[in-house]
């Protein structure tokens, strides 16, 4: 995997500095939020902009498509384990 840029570094950093502040300052259920309806559409909007920056230096590194998925979800590829393999007679 080749070293990130400093920009992309930069990026990572700032994302994961505003996903550690959202999760200190988010409160219980119940309890009034501490930041303004307009701070938080502005954090949304940084974090829209980091995450639209990163995919576009991940595609011009060629490592675009990559994508979290669930478990649970069809995958295109299937995994056949090794023990459910048998030898044919012709590869003696």
């Known amino acids: 995997m080749p070293e990130l840029s400093q920009e992309q570094q930069i990026l990572v950093a700032m994302r994961k500095t505003l996903a550690a502040i959202i999760k200190d ?5 119940g309890m009034k ?8 559409q502005d ?4 974090l829209a902009l980091i995450s639209a ?3 576009e230096l991940a595609e011009a590194d060629g490592r675009g498509g990559e994508r979290p998925y ?3 979800e069809p995958q295109s590829a299937t995994v ?6 048998k030898r044919s ?3 003696d």
């Open 33 to 40: 939020h501490p930041l303004s309806n307009d701070t938080i």
């Open 43 to 46: 954090v949304r909007q940084c």
């Open 80 to 85: 056949v384990p090794i023990a459910g393999l």
């Open 70 to 72: 669930y478990a649970d």
């Open 53 to 55: 920056r990163e995919k």
């Open 25 to 29: 300052v988010t409160p219980p259920a």
């Open 89 to 91: 007679r012709s590869d």
